[in-house]
């Protein structure tokens, strides 16, 4: 007998093959059949006609890392299908935690990944990943060690390269984080601490993953002007390391580089005919999400958020950054001055006093108080000790698309944790989005295309093991929705709404949420990379 039994379903199976008819058996956790015998006993029946039935979506790309402690529901992702994160991107996680630095390391991740409603409790990245799995969290996570928190671990905030035996530790705890199961290494180039190694250090680093068969995946350092030059970077440290590159969120920032994205998909193609492993991630939106702090020269980031605020507050160092930031910069991307000030939109800010700008652009506030537009930004990161989200319109929607249809690029999120303010749509609505705009109103991508890129791709992408395929055997995580109803309601002036069509989830074989309502099933797991087993309770 079946746990439950999916009748009269559009298959879409994860495979990118056209859908067929079809029903669902699910027994203890994993798919126990598809096919279309329908004389079968189940404890639970459902009729999925006129339905798609296809397996849970994984978000391979997003910064949940705290919210899954905080919000183990996971009520924002479920209501779009997404049974999987990887979290632990860009260099951003909140492991591992050396006490001389957990200040900064706090500092450094919180604009990003929230802060968390409880003690870190942690210190080691294993230590972490326990945590996880003891949270009766209700979607699956796989995570990677993060670069940044890595480095500053070991060598807080300095502008240097490290020591043989700084080296020789981080080579040290990366390796420790792989055996706990994490799926590789991530890296945030265009952040510090991470900003300032060299890529042989990166090289080095990346030697480590390799031997545990992991996969590097980096926010390359230029988005920009540097683009290229940054794709090129690190297709070279994934070829001297011999390990697998996974380019995140590919794009082209800023007007003077739209139309880029062509040449940087070329770079990836040749580098996959001369056998390279090089694949990308894209979200369906043409603006961006980040801190505010990001938009500053890199020199004014370094030594962390004090340093950078008593730059701020010196006349001096303030006009010096302040000039900068009205030029075009060749070291650099400088996207203040590609892109504008009226560009820049504020989503999150904590002062009471101060949450009247969130939705609004730097250049509007600007204009309210009298105040030049980068000087009324570097008062607003004083006023709120640098922990300021923004939102971001510096791409072309052509190259998202373009992106969109590669037959490389898989797609996520980049969801910022966001607990209050106005935060990026993609934080609700990315996965119907897709279906909304890009299958249904574009006609770029057929629907089998666009579950494969949400699916299967991913979940062999980041080593999830038995995931991302409607087959016997796998993980039963499954997505019931209406494809002629599906659609995301989160804008960018009402981000936080749950989307449309989503009718019934299941997460490791357990009903999580059916009609917009969580079931309190808790059965999410972490994927233990190392092992691909599930630590399951």
Not at 127 to 149: M, R
Not at 418 to 428: A, F
């Amino acid at each position: 007998m079946f746990d439950t039994f999916i009748t009269n379903g559009k298959i879409v199976d994860g495979t990118g093959n056209p859908w067929f008819y079809g029903n669902v058996g699910i027994k203890d956790g994993t798919v126990a059949y598809v096919g279309n015998d329908r004389m079968h006993d189940a404890k639970e029946m459902i009729d999925a006609k006129g339905r798609m039935v296809s397996p849970g979506f994984i978000d391979g790309h997003c910064h949940s890392d705290l919210m899954l402690l905080d919000f183990p529901e996971s009520e924002i992702k479920l209501q779009q299908g997404v049974t999987t994160e990887v979290v632990g991107n860009c260099g951003l996680a909140p492991v591992p935690v050396n006490p001389l630095y957990k200040v900064d390391l706090q500092s450094y991740v919180e604009p990003v990944l929230g802060k968390a409603n409880k003690d870190w409790k942690w210190q080691t990245i294993s230590d972490y990943f326990n945590e996880l799995d003891q949270s009766l969290i209700s979607e699956n996570v796989a995570s990677y060690v993060a670069h940044g928190s890595l480095r500053i671990a070991v060598m807080g905030f300095e502008n240097r390269p490290p020591t043989k035996e700084e080296m020789e530790e981080m080579k040290y705890i990366l390796e420790q984080g792989m055996k706990a199961g994490a799926i590789g290494l991530s890296i945030g180039l265009l952040y510090s601490p991470g900003s300032y190694s060299t890529k042989e250090e990166l090289a080095e680093l990346c030697q480590v993953v390799a031997k545990y068969n992991g996969l590097f995946s980096t926010h390359i350092r230029g988005e920009g002007n540097n683009l290229i030059p940054s794709v090129q970077e690190v297709i070279w440290i994934a070829d001297q390391a011999n390990v697998p590159l996974h380019v995140s969120h590919l794009k082209a920032a800023g007007r003077r580089n739209w139309g880029k994205i062509q040449e940087a998909m070329e770079l990836i193609e040749k580098a996959r005919s001369r056998g390279m492993d090089v694949t990308c991630d894209v979200y369906p939106y043409s603006a961006g999400s980040t801190m505010l702090t990001t938009l500053l020269p890199p020199w004014a980031l370094e030594g962390g958020l004090t340093s950078v605020l008593e730059r701020l507050k010196n006349p001096r160092t303030r006009e010096e950054i302040k000039q900068e930031l009205s030029e075009e910069q060749e070291e650099w991307d400088n996207l203040v001055a590609s892109t504008g000030w009226e560009s820049v939109i504020i989503s999150s800010i904590h002062s009471s006093q101060l949450k009247k700008y969130e939705g609004s652009s730097v250049a509007s506030i600007s204009k309210e108080n009298g105040k030049d537009p980068a000087d009324q930004a570097f008062d607003l990161l004083i006023e709120e000790n640098g922990n300021i989200g923004i939102v971001f319109f510096h791409m072309d929607e052509q190259d998202v698309k373009h992106v969109m249809q590669y037959q490389n690029a898989l797609i996520a999120s980049d969801s910022l944790t966001c607990y209050t303010g106005k935060p990026h749509p993609r934080l609700y609505g990315t996965f119907p989005r897709v279906f909304s705009k890009y299958v249904k109103q574009e006609n770029i991508l057929t629907i089998e295309d666009a579950v494969r890129k949400m699916t299967s791709f991913p979940a062999k992408r980041f080593g999830l093991g038995k995931r991302g395929l409607l087959t016997e055997g796998y993980a039963a995580d499954v997505v019931i929705f209406d494809c002629n109803e599906i659609e995301d309601k989160a804008t960018y002036g009402d981000p936080k709404n749950y989307p449309e069509g989503i009718e019934y989830v299941f997460v490791n074989g357990k009903l999580t949420t059916k009609d917009k309502q969580h079931t309190s099933e808790t059965c999410g797991c972490f994927i233990n990379s190392a092992s691909q087993t599930m630590l399951t309770r």
